[in-house]
């Protein structure tokens, strides 16, 4: 019944689904029924077979069906053919069949022909055969039965059943074929046909892609390589294996979104603005960690916000951080010469945790004499030997300590807290600062003693001067006793230099012996223990031969006093011209330190027949494969001064000064070169430059003498304006003054007595250096020709000097007192650039310097008593380092300035500006008035310029302190003179 057949094809259809789920095959149709809306053409053999028929789906969509029942009649072959199928790609196809098929019971007055199956064929072709038809050609694929052939429905009727068979056939190798069904007598309708294959569908897993891919159709899977989407890179090369059933089996390897991407929906996209993906992966793009931004998409990292940063190593991951604040709480424990500091965590640590601390340490100067801070602070680093406990840089704790440091010295730390991204931001370093001054300390011990000689009765002994000082060294305090006697007696010995000799020894005895130095901070601490023996007696007496002996000795003593009776008396009437032997005079001198006064005396190297002779006398003749010239330090007045070492055989090597005779000297200019020697190798004191030796024969002709580092006193201040304490400058005047109180003890007149002619070491000690024979006349730049002829340097020498020659140690106290005034200030040339007339005349009618800027009173007060016109009334040597050695002991005296107190009115006037070269007219004068000394002296008194000053009132001085009537007046008076004067010309103040 072809009606019912119809009546139910409404139910087909077929369901593509349109999505792809993964793994899951795709199918691609070759033919599909359904599709077709007009007549599909099959043939239908014979031709009252299959017919094909019209009809609609459940949506009324027409479809083509075709349908055979002749189950009335016998022996049916009805055969349907379809169209040509190009086979495209596949290699295994599938046929789906939609049918209704009735069975025979459902159909009455059946006569036993009705069938209930029909079969199903192909035919392989390379091309379309069109209508040519051969049944034998083609291979049947199966007999196709009903499962169901009708269905109950609630009312109890039978309907008919639409079943669905799909058959594969494969491995198809042709370009196409045909498929067939055969009816033998059954009653049947063919709602659909549709033939597909399958493949394994264009997918995207791994974040790789695979191309639609066709099975094998034998067994085997297809291995298939994928491509990294785009913006990513391969970890492992990606693969899959397409089955025969079109599904993707097995995934391997990988592909990773590049940096700056991440996965969204099996691609990599770029990371939004506010994220950022440093690294290659499949992660997702991260915020941007704290005081980091991305303004753009597809970041690797972000940027940090001002004054933030990473540093090297940092992680992207981490928040951008800045330097700490600085250190707070900064605490200074002194202790002596060492500091305790400690301080706190800075407040901010810049939100990291490696912050480390650092000290630095800067020794400044530019603090006044009272210890207030003169605000023109000069530091520089300090020295490399002061030690940090732990370490100075790159501190985990809170504290440090600082040892070594000078005594009485300004010292600044900065403690600065770093982080590891200090070094990107200097200019955001912060540190706190905290400025100490140490305390007086004691000397550190001596440390190396070395015997120098030793006999049966007495031993020479020569150390080094302590490591640290601290201060100027006073004394060494010599203690020893007898081994035996363990300290029970002992002997105390005071020694100035650095050596000594202890006599009175007993012989062949073994002596302890310990040596502290004394500065003014009292004495240091006590070498270790040295022991020495003394030499045995060279010869002993037997009792027999003591008799024997006695004669010879006797003999021997007589034998000696007949020889020196005949010298003498030979020697009387030969030598009548000579007062005094030159051998006579050597008795005089010692070797020791412990030296009597008045014994040693200079003598003066001109009373020698042949100078040379004196040179060997007084100085040591050096072998120049000895020494080593280094390279030149400075200019002598007879050829370079060069420093350089000498290395004598079983000593120390040290460093030298090597003054040379250039070449093409006449005898007198040899004679006055070596002079200096034989007046130097005199000399044996701690501030006098010592003489190492000489080179006489050989070329060139060279004197060497102990090296100071510091050159030049003159220039050394200059370089160091303001850069010491008080008590510092006071231990370079006493060094002088000692000096020059052993010079003057020994009977040596200086005569040209002048910073340029002191010499400064390392320690800051200063030297007595200079002795020239024709000295003063020759080799001085200051000398200058007096109207008496001779060649004096005019700023340092007495008047009585300048006018009659009168050289004296009390000639040489005044120039002292010009060096005090040089020392005081910083290496300021005496009377400026006054004309040496100008000074002579000034200092002739009783005008003298006026106290250098923050000088002590008290220094200032010695000037003047080097300065008494009255040469008897200046002070001895003596005095002045006793005076000197107190200040030290007390330097709070020196706090006192003579700036701000009462100056008498005798002074010349204070010109520091050397634009001004005399006080010619008012406005010069103005000029020098507004020099500070005007200001100092007068602070506190409110005038609107300096000439108001004329008429200042004793009222007016009592307000700034000068209450003493006598220099009230004398100021006042000055200044009304200098009204009165300036019409007149220049008038001293
Ligand atoms: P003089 O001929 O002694 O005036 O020396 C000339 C210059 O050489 C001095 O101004 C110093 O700069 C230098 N000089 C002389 N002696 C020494 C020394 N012992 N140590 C270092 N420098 C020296």
Redesign the pocket.
């Known amino acids: 019944n072809s009606d019912s057949l119809t009546r139910h094809s409404y139910v087909v259809f077929v369901f593509f689904s349109p999505f792809f789920f993964f793994f899951s095959p795709t199918t691609v149709n070759l033919l599909d029924s359904k599709a077709s809306q007009g007549e599909l053409g099959w043939i239908s053999y014979p031709s009252h077979g299959w017919e094909e028929i019209s009809g609609v789906d459940e949506h009324y969509t027409p479809i083509r069906t075709f349908q055979v029942c002749n189950v009335m009649e016998y022996s049916q072959n009805n055969w349907l053919r379809t169209n040509w199928i190009p086979r495209q790609s596949a290699q295994k196809i599938y046929v789906e069949l939609k049918f209704t098929l009735r069975d025979c019971n459902s159909i009455p007055l059946v006569l036993g022909t009705c069938k209930e199956t029909f079969n199903l064929l192909y035919l392989e072709t390379d091309d379309d055969q069109g209508s040519h038809f051969r049944e034998h050609q083609f291979s049947k694929i199966d007999t196709i039965a009903a499962d169901e052939s009708f269905t109950q429905t609630d009312l109890g009727d039978r309907i008919l059943k639409l079943n669905t068979e799909v058959r594969e056939v494969g491995p198809l190798t042709k370009k196409g074929f045909y498929l067939a069904f055969q009816d033998v007598g059954a009653c049947v309708a063919l709602v659909s046909v549709r033939v597909y294959f399958k493949k394994c569908p264009y997918t995207v897993r791994n974040l790789a892609t695979f191309p639609d891919t066709v099975p094998m159709d034998s067994h085997s899977l297809v291995e298939v390589k994928g491509l990294c989407v785009n913006h990513s890179k391969e970890e492992e090369p990606p693969r899959m294996y397409c089955s025969t059933e079109g599904e993707w089996l097995v995934p391997i390897g990988k592909c990773l979104c590049n940096p700056g991407y991440e996965e969204r929906s099996n691609t990599c996209q770029m990371c939004r603005a506010g994220f950022y993906k440093s690294a290659l992966g499949n992660l997702e793009c991260s915020k941007c960690p704290p005081h980091s931004f991305s303004h753009h998409e597809g970041s690797l990292h972000c940027g940090c916000e001002k004054n933030f940063f990473r540093a090297e190593g940092d992680p992207a991951s981490m928040a951008c951080t800045r330097p700490p604040s600085a250190p707070r709480n900064v605490i200074s424990s002194i202790n002596e010469t060492s500091v305790i500091l400690d301080w706190s965590w800075p407040e901010d640590t810049g939100g990291r945790r490696d912050v480390t601390f650092t000290v630095l340490c800067k020794r400044c100067r530019g603090v006044t004499a009272n210890g207030s801070n003169s605000g023109t602070q000069r530091c520089e680093p300090c020295r490399s030997n002061v030690r940090f406990l732990p370490r100075a840089a790159g501190l985990h704790n809170t504290t440090v300590t600082v040892g070594d440091l000078l005594a009485h010295t300004n010292y600044t730390f900065e403690i600065e807290a770093l982080n590891g991204v200090s070094a990107l931001a200097p200019k955001m370093r912060q540190y706190a600062a905290v400025t100490i001054t140490t305390n007086q300390a004691a000397p550190s011990p001596v440390t190396v003693i070395r015997k120098e000689k030793t006999s049966r009765n007495s031993v020479s002994l020569s150390w080094q001067e302590p490591e640290r000082p601290n201060g100027i060294i006073l004394d060494y305090e010599i203690k020893y006793y007898e081994k035996e006697e363990q300290e029970t007696s002992y002997t105390i010995l005071r020694a100035r230099g650095c050596n000594v000799t202890l006599n009175g020894l007993k012989s062949n005895t073994a002596y302890l012996l310990q040596i502290r130095a004394r500065t003014a901070a009292g004495y240091g601490a006590s070498s270790p223990t040295f022991q020495f023996e003394t030499s045995p007696d060279s010869f002993s007496i037997s009792s027999e031969s003591s008799q024997v002996v006695l004669i010879a000795i006797s003999a021997a003593v007589a034998i000696i006093l007949l020889t020196v009776l005949l010298y003498v008396l030979i020697g009387r009437f030969c030598c009548r011209s000579k007062s005094k032997h030159p051998d006579e005079k050597r008795l005089h001198f010692g070797n020791g330190h412990l030296r009597l006064p008045g014994i040693r005396t200079y003598v003066d190297p001109h009373t020698y027949e042949d100078p040379s002779q004196a040179v060997h006398e007084f100085a040591k003749e050096l072998d120049a494969s000895c020494i080593a010239i280094d390279k030149v ?5 007879f050829g370079e ?1 060069c ?1 350089g070492r000498l290395k004598l055989p079983s000593k120390k090597e040290i460093c030298v ?1 090597i ?1 040379t005779l250039k070449g093409g000297y006449t005898d007198k200019q040899r004679r006055d070169f070596l002079a200096e020697a034989s007046i130097m190798g005199q000399f044996d004191h701690p501030n006098i ?1 010592r003489l190492e030796g000489v080179v006489t024969r050989s070329k060139p002709v060279m004197i060497v ?5 510091n ?2 006193l003159d220039s050394f201040l200059r370089k160091h304006d303001a850069q010491f304490t008080g008590i510092q400058l006071v231990g370079m005047l006493r060094g002088i003054a000692s000096g020059m109180k052993y010079l003057s003890d020994m009977g040596y007149v200086h005569r040209d007595l002048a910073a ?2 002191i ?1 400064v070491n390392s320690n800051l000690v200063c030297k007595v ?2 002795f020239g024979l024709s000295r003063v006349l020759e ?1 001085d730049p200051e000398a200058a020709y007096t109207t008496r002829g001779g060649k004096i340097p005019i700023r340092w020498t007495a008047p009585e000097a300048i006018a009659y020659r009168k050289f004296t140690s009390a000639s040489d106290a005044w120039s002292y007192g010009i060096v005090l005034w040089e020392v005081m200030s910083y290496g300021e040339r005496p009377y400026w650039e006054m004309s040496n007339q100008d000074v002579i005349k000034a200092v002739d009618e009783g005008y003298r310097l006026p106290p250098p800027m923050d000088c002590p009173a008290t220094l200032y007060q010695l000037m003047l008593d080097c300065w008494q016109k009255e040469r008897n009334n200046r002070p001895k040597f003596e005095q002045i380092v006793s005076i000197l050695d107190k200040l030290i002991r007390n330097p709070g005296s020196l706090k006192i300035t003579a700036n701000t107190t009462s100056r008498p009115a005798n002074l010349l006037l204070d010109r520091s500006s050397s634009e001004v070269p005399s006080m010619g007219t008012m406005g010069d004068w103005m000029d020098g008035m507004r020099t500070l000394p005007c200001k100092e002296a007068f602070s506190g008194v409110s005038y609107s310029s300096c000439d108001t000053l004329a008429k200042t009132s004793t009222e007016d001085l009592k307000k700034v302190g000068v209450t003493i009537v006598g220099p009230q007046k004398k100021i006042v008076s000055s200044l009304k003179a200098l009204d009165s004067h300036t019409k007149n010309g220049p008038v001293p103040v």
């Open positions: 330090v400075g200019a002598g007045e001064v420093s000064a003054k430059i003498t102990e090296y100071m580092e050159g030049s340029r002619n010499l250096s200079d080799d």
